[in-house]
């Protein structure tokens, strides 16, 4: 089955430790995005790729990092940095980086740092 | 700033009536117009869209209405089912911005029996 794979699922972190969360696709997709979602807010963009070895900063991308090495592959790492770490994210991919592609969404990772 | 915006953030709505959702944008440069639907703990799923060269798209139960000149659009679902109770998402999308999407905040529709 296609599709895309966010792990873990729940992930607990003590405060100053970097953490990394994974997202793989087999769509075959150039482009991925990753969002952070808070209660009551939409989703927000971090980051997002539109081609392996490139990326582009989104809305709120201080105090987390990414890097496409594969074309299947966008890791996001939550760093020390990032002040309010505490989130739902979610990976998502789409065919190429343009409007009439639709993104599809991996499952979500729920971070909690204490 | 939000360029999109959700300003209902529940709704409720009986099984069988017209459940509907609105969404209105700040930004003209926008010209692609998404629905995403999501559940709890779960990722979003695409729902349906509509382009800015038309005002209407159909798709089974949802039919997504586009207003350019009043910068905004609705989502409504007939006959609403209790399957449907969801938080719904509007986002909007240009070809300046890459594919990239903006969100609003969401609705949580509840559909009762």
């Known amino acids: 089955d296609g599709g895309i794979t966010q792990s873990p699922k729940y992930l607990f972190r003590k405060e100053g430790q970097n953490v990394t969360l994974s997202c793989e696709q087999n769509l075959n997709h150039d482009a991925m995005y990753w969002y952070r979602q808070d209660p009551g807010q939409g989703l927000r963009l971090i980051y997002y790729s539109q081609i392996v070895n490139d990326f582009q900063k989104g809305d709120i991308a201080e105090g987390y990092s990414v890097s496409r090495e594969k074309k299947e592959s966008f890791p996001l790492t939550v760093t020390s940095a990032q002040k309010n770490p505490t989130a739902f994210y979610l990976c998502?991919?789409?065919?190429?980086?343009?409007?009439?592609?639709?993104?599809?969404f991996g499952p979500g990772t729920r971070l909690t740092v204490t | 700033d939000q360029q999109v915006k959700q300003n209902s953030p529940s709704l409720s709505v009986q099984e069988g009536r017209i459940s509907i959702l609105n969404c209105d944008y700040t930004n003209s440069m926008f010209d692609y117009f998404l629905w995403y639907k999501k559940y709890p703990a779960e990722g979003p799923t695409f729902l349906i869209s509509?382009?800015?060269?038309?005002d209407k798209n159909e798709d089974g139960r949802f039919t997504v209405f586009l207003n350019k000149s009043a910068k905004h659009l609705s989502l409504h679902i007939v006959p609403s089912q209790p399957g449907d109770s969801a938080v719904y998402f509007c986002a909007a999308s240009s070809r300046s911005t890459l594919g990239r999407l903006y969100f609003g905040r969401g609705t949580q529709l509840t559909v009762w029996p």
């Open positions: 509509i382009s800015s060269i038309k």
């Open positions: 998502a991919s789409s065919i190429r980086s343009q409007p009439i592609y639709e993104q599809y």
